[in-house]
């Protein structure tokens, strides 16, 4: 289990987890001893961003509170994950209350987010998913 201080290392040194980060604005606002937000964004090559936004909390085994994770191309938003519940969909219930929003309908068209978690960080598939999508021809 991460503690404060490894997440905000991971969170300030996150340009060194891949080649196609350009930059970083990426804060963690500590609110406490064990509480915390993280926001801000990565950003790629190819104007690929991933907007970030966590409500932490260390204190327990399941760290994140909540979450929401968008991916932008230029400036359209291209899918999102959020941890916003829908208890009412079936379909969603395996990863509940983990998913991702896609096109089309973006904003009700929710698949199964099962790589994603309350009790480890995020950012590294997250990463590791856009590098799959945008620079999979590049390696």
Request: a neutral charge.
């Amino acid at each position: 289990m991460l503690n404060i201080s490894e997440y905000e290392n991971l969170i300030y040194t996150i340009k060194e987890k891949s080649t196609f980060i350009e930059s970083s604005n990426l804060t963690l606002q500590r609110r406490g001893k064990f509480y915390c937000w993280t926001i801000g964004s990565i950003n790629f090559q190819h104007n690929v961003r991933l907007e970030i936004s966590e409500v932490l909390d260390f204190s327990k085994e399941s760290f994140i509170r909540k979450y929401s994770y968008s991916v932008y191309q230029n400036n359209q938003k291209l899918y999102w994950y959020d941890s916003q519940g829908h208890p009412g969909d079936p379909d969603l219930q395996l990863t509940h209350p983990h998913h991702k929003h896609l096109p089309p309908d973006i904003k009700h068209n929710r698949i199964p987010a099962p790589n994603l978690s309350f009790k480890e960080q995020n950012l590294i598939f997250l990463i590791r998913e856009i590098e799959q999508q945008f620079f999979q021809h590049i390696k």
